[in-house]
């Protein structure tokens, strides 16, 4: 059960689409950057942009964005627009939309990359605002490029598969519904650095990351588009040099480079001496994912919520697995169920009409003939003599064809059973040919277990009373004390406190039976008897009954 609804959850996982909804995809332009505050920065077309960093990915646009931010500045990256100011990265966009995303936000300094083809409109629209190209030789980047697309796809063929458990059911939405932590990180939406970097805003990360939405086209712009072409790479380089005014553009290496020539550009003072130069992407890091690269612990925290994610998404696919069962196979449990109770309620019957049959006539007769007709002639004379169970031994060689006659030729309320039943397949052929019980010589548990199965009394055949108490609790309905012989009148005494007050407590013998009325005092409910021991010589009803009676009257 558990692997078929391993594979439900997978087909539904990967069969159905992940979508975060409208509280990411409507929210992201009425929550994301909508703080009172954010909102009052919107005052003309132009924004608050100070400082502009172009070139294309892999040249150092993170080590520039992070030593902007230790600079003081609110710096943004792709990874933090592509979150709170998705509309940013539209491929085809209004001007003054553009412009009150980016101030709303409170930009102060950006990274254009993955969309280059924007630095014409950030700079007109960002009055004085500085530019630093970040660059490295064409054979260089190219490199650099290979090696890194190593890591997103081997992070990429782990992550997409969590990111998927977080959308199937909206884990992330409800909690946020229910707590307001994303929300309140959405409205401030700080860039994802410092008190940027939450639980929440990483969850949010996780759902709601607008960076390969359709409307952007990243993959047809920006480093994806002039990664082939070393022409379109240094065009890149060379629009922004023609558009910065002069005074305004730094060519910035930051393999060579660093704080003096990055601080004295922009005219703040640099970072006490000895401070590296930030790096937040190296090539000893393992993914591109650098807000959870360089923050490991609330990173793990973070995974580790959307695997238990793909845990609630089983556990719901599990219940619905249930219920679905549940409503197929009701109907087949409750016909199964009925078919049990008809089977136990039958089965009782033929139980009550046993009792009442040995309280008539505390005999079980062996009916040892050859073939059909003899069985039901020598039953029939038993029958008219009292007897009211008549039993045929299993061994015979057509125990089947004699059972099923007796079953037909003897008056209704006799039972008919099977003897000698030693296996599990003697008791199906006696279930099969219509016998109503199975008495064995032994304590079979396998022979008891079968025909509870079948729906048929079991005599089970015992020498002691550890072994009658063994039986019961296995599901015999009678004990037959078998052979008589080893077991004195006196010693039969110790069987009934061991037994239930209604179990049957019968006595059959190897050989001839003998002092019955003895074993009837100390608490007998019967004897299994043969045939030919009743019926004496004349084979007449009068003359079972004289020998009934001459047995039964033994002391």
Sequence with gaps: WAFVCSWAYVFVLYRTEASAGDWCNKGSFTVDCHHPKHLARVRSNATYVKVIVQGAGQTG????????????????????????????????????????????????????????????????TSPGAKVVITWRTWESWTG??????????????????????????????????????????????????????????????????????????????????????????????????????????????ARRHGWPEFARFLGFPPPPAGTPFPHPRSKHARTNEEPFENNLETGKIVWFLVCMMHSGNYYVVWLFMQALALALWSPMLLLKSAKKQEKLDRKEQIGLRMSDRLAACPVIALVGASGPSEAVSE???????????????????????????????????????????????DVDLAAQAGAVLVRSPHNGRAVIRRAKRRGLLCLSGVCTPNEAADALASG????????????????????????????????AWGGAPRAAASYRTEGASGFALRAEDLKGKAGKAEAATRRLEELLGQS
């Design 144 to 253: 650099s490029l290979r090696n890194n697309a190593y890591k997103e796809r081997r992070f990429g063929n782990i992550s997409k598969h969590l990111y998927r458990g977080a959308l199937l059911v909206p884990w992330v939405e409800m909690w946020d519904r229910a707590t307001g932590h994303i929300k309140s990180d959405r409205l401030r939406a700080h860039p994802y650095y410092g008190d940027g970097i939450t639980i929440a805003s990483l969850l949010y990360r996780v759902v709601c990351s607008g960076y390969a939405w359709p409307a952007n086209d990243v993959f047809n712009r920006g480093t994806r588009k002039i990664k082939a072409q070393e022409e379109a790479y240094l065009a890149l380089i060379d629009e922004a040099r023609r558009l910065t005014p002069k005074g305004n553009l730094l060519e910035f290496d």
């Design 476 to 507: 015999a309905d009678a004990v037959v004390v078998y052979p008589a012989e080893q077991v004195s009148p006196e010693a039969l005494a110790h069987f009934r406190p061991v037994l239930t007050p209604t179990a049957p407590l019968l006595v």
């Design 61 to 124: 646009t993170t080590s520039a964005i992070a030593a902007l931010r230790e600079l003081g500045l609110k710096a943004w990256h792709a990874d933090d627009y592509s979150m709170y100011g998705k509309q940013m990265m539209y491929d085809k966009f209004r001007v003054a939309d553009w412009v009150r995303t980016a101030t709303r936000c409170g930009i102060e300094a950006i990274s254009l990359e993955p969309i280059m083809d924007m630095f014409p409109l950030v700079l007109a």
């Design 379 to 425: 039953s029939m004379m038993l029958v008219d003599a009292g007897v009211g169970i008549v039993e045929v031994p299993i061994t015979s060689p057509r125990a089947a064809e004699c059972i099923a006659a007796l079953l037909g030729a003897l008056p209704e309320g006799i039972l008919v059973g099977a003897g000698s039943v030693s296996s599990k397949e």
